[in-house]
């Protein structure tokens, strides 16, 4: 006698049947845990260095005093996948790093990341590492350290044109870590999560830059604390950076 084994499966050779999904099912399950998790997690007090590149000083104050993005504009579980697994491929390259020869450190001695607080911690950075020694290859230690896990598209880009002008946000934040941790370099290095290829680029310190970006966390935080927003980055909302801004139609609503 045979056995049916699909029968009540809602299996035919491996495959599901018409109505029966269950990789639909567990991924639904997987993004409804992820958001719920998300929504937990008490949101920040501070302004964040990794936030004060972002070229419209006004998202970032919508962001920092907490107001809801436009409907259906939310965080979604594919973000915060993608944002998790960066994690994981920063430990990776961190590695990697190790076993080349560089005295990276990631954490203190406590556990707690390495970062920095000021304007009495409104203002707080925390950074991914720090080398403090390694091989001999032009570069004088110790530097800051700091991963992205990039697509391919983004990653060559980044090879092309350089970190300031292709990734001017993480630019930015790489010059805010310098200022307020007195290190005056950082080696930024990014993974191309298609290929895993890595790319390495030693930034310089540079006092004005970091200046600017000092002065404009603080416009941004004097706006939130007066319950203010600072000037719209454009004329018109169909600018490139409010197209795809989270706050569009609320920034907009009733602008002439």
């Not at 029966?20 to 949101?43: M, S």
């Not at 919508?62 to 107001?67: A, D, G, L, N, W």
């Not at 020869?101 to 707690?112: A, M, N, P, V, W």
């Not at 230690?141 to 300031?164: C, F, Y």
């Amino acid at each position: 006698m045979l056995l049916d084994l699909n029968h009540g499966s809602g299996f035919i050779y491996g495959r599901p049947t018409q109505g029966e999904c269950p990789a639909a099912r567990i991924n639904a399950l997987i993004d409804a845990g992820l958001v719920a998790e998300r929504e937990q997690t008490p949101p920040r007090d501070y302004l964040g260095a990794s936030r004060i590149g972002e070229p419209c000083a006004r998202r970032v104050v919508y962001e920092i005093t907490h107001v809801p993005p436009d409907e259906g504009c939310e965080v979604d579980a594919a973000a915060l996948r993608i944002f998790e697994a960066g994690h994981l491929f920063e430990r990776l390259s961190a590695r990697w790093l190790r076993a080349a020869g560089f005295d990276l450190r990631t954490e203190r001695r406590d556990g707690s990341q390495f970062s920095f607080s000021a304007a009495g911690g409104r203002l707080r950075g925390h950074i991914d590492g720090v080398i403090v020694d390694g091989p001999a290859i032009g570069i004088a230690w110790p530097a800051l350290w700091e991963h992205k896990a990039l697509n391919a598209k983004s990653w060559n880009d980044l090879v092309k044109r350089g970190l300031a002008v292709s990734k001017p946000i993480y630019f930015a934040q790489v010059q805010l870590y310098m200022a307020y941790l007195g290190v005056e370099r950082t080696l930024f290095t990014a993974l191309n999560k298609d290929t895993q290829a890595l790319y390495h680029e030693v930034v310089a310190f540079d006092p004005a830059q970091a200046q600017a970006l000092s002065d404009k966390a603080v416009a941004i935080l004097r706006a939130a604390e007066a319950g203010e927003f600072l000037p719209r980055i454009a004329a018109a909302s169909d600018f490139y950076l409010c197209r795809a801004c989270p706050y569009a139609r609320r920034c907009w609503e009733g602008a002439p």
